[in-house]
């Protein structure tokens, strides 16, 4: 199981990211796929699941209709946009299988 996330970044409150997770060494449409995130000195949250076909989300009640969870079969990638960013927003941002293999991470910084 590979899976590398790309997309982050400094922006500053109110502004916009979208995080990609790139996935192989797995057949990508058997598993929902989540993202998780870890702040700076504490563990990790979890922030938004799909299902299989797209369907069905789930997001973290902080989340509240600013992030969006997407994914394309076809190319075997995730996505998340994340819209209204707040500095509570700046962790590391990990997509993950539902056994729990994640990659290195994104950083995503909220700041002025």
């Known amino acids: 199981v590979q899976l590398v996330e790309s997309g982050g970044g400094l922006v500053q409150p109110g502004g916009s990211l979208r995080l990609s997770c790139a996935a192989s060494?797995?057949?990508?449409?058997?598993?929902?796929m989540s993202w998780v995130r870890q702040a700076p000195g504490k563990g990790l949250e979890w922030v938004s699941t799909?299902?299989?076909?797209?369907?069905?989300?789930h997001y973290g009640d902080f989340v509240k209709g600013r992030f969006t969870i997407s994914r394309d079969n076809g190319k075997n990638e995730l996505y998340l946009q994340m819209d209204n960013l707040k500095p509570s927003d700046t962790a590391v941002y990990f997509c993950?299988?539902?056994?729990?293999?994640r990659g290195q991470g994104t950083q995503v910084t909220v700041s002025s």
């Open positions: 060494g797995f057949i990508f449409n058997n598993f929902d």
């Open positions: 993950t299988t539902p056994t729990g293999a």
């Open positions: 799909i299902g299989t076909e797209g369907a069905v989300t």
